[in-house]
């Protein structure tokens, strides 16, 4: 199992910039893809910014040039700096990891942050 502790969020003015942090324990040796994730009420989850097998990080179109993933050595700490904040960004934001073990594969959330981006 992974466990996912995400923290980081609240109020910001429009302009902006928060930093999402994501800390990871347990089999992370088997996590073949993580990333950030966000949610509005009512809606699916979107994908912000994900790495997939080591195979370079994918951004979604609203995140490019605005939001930056990182990650520390260790990989066991993910980050979200987000830049030029938009109202539209207002949501909550999600770490998650999957694994694959043999041929399982096993998804993990955490609870998520909550981001407010207001005047």
């Known amino acids: 199992q992974v466990q996912i502790v995400e923290s980081g969020g609240g109020l910001v003015q429009p302009g902006g910039s928060l930093r999402l942090s994501c800390a990871l324990s347990?089999?992370?040796?088997?996590?073949?893809?993580m990333g950030w994730y966000r949610q509005t009420p009512g809606k699916e989850p979107e994908r912000v910014a994900t790495i997939t097998d080591n195979n370079g990080i994918r951004y979604a179109n609203f995140a490019k040039g605005r939001f930056t993933f990182s990650r520390d050595d260790l990989q066991s700490t993910l980050y979200l700096h987000m830049n030029s904040l938009k109202p539209e960004d207002t949501a909550t934001y999600y770490c998650k990891a999957q694994t694959i073990v043999g041929d399982a594969t096993w998804n993990y959330w955490g609870q998520g942050t909550n981001v407010t981006v207001s005047s």
């Open positions: 347990g089999d992370i040796a088997h996590i073949y893809h």
